[in-house]
């Protein structure tokens, strides 16, 4: 069973914004001279996942817009939305130690789209902006 995370944001978790962050979070840990990244398209567009060294790091849902904000508070207990948060998505990391690219990923992909990331089983490490 994957970690699940969620992205909170302000504006719709694009998979280019998604495809931007892997690219910078995989040439900070992995070097420039790396194996590139993989990103694969599912379902039509319902998922988009990333891929590093033939292992999926990172599976992003489409984004769903939020119907209150409170829905933040009650499915995620002790979780503040950044201000202006209208977007949730859903993603799901491994717990196997290459499941941290996938964090990574997804934390930079929902800070570059003014909003945070919350992760199963691991405190988070910003504060709602």
């Known amino acids: 069973m994957p970690r699940s995370s969620v992205a909170l944001t302000a504006e719709p978790l694009s998979g280019d914004a998604v495809v ?12 420039p001279g790396a194996e590139p990244l993989e990103a694969r398209v599912l379902d039509e567009g319902a998922v988009l996942q990333i891929v590093a060294g033939g292992e999926v790091v990172l599976s992003v849902l489409r984004p769903r817009l939020l119907p209150r904000l ?18 949730w998505t859903d993603a799901y990391t491994p717990w196997r130690p290459e499941g941290a690219v996938g964090v990574a990923v997804l934390d930079a992909a929902a800070e570059a789209s003014r909003g945070i990331a919350v992760h199963q089983g691991l405190a988070p490490t910003r504060n709602a902006r």
């Open 20 to 31: 931007a962050a892997a690219g910078r979070v995989w040439t900070a840990k992995a070097g």
């Open 70 to 87: 409170d829905e933040v508070e009650r499915l995620l207990p002790g979780t503040k939305a950044p201000e202006g948060t209208q977007w």
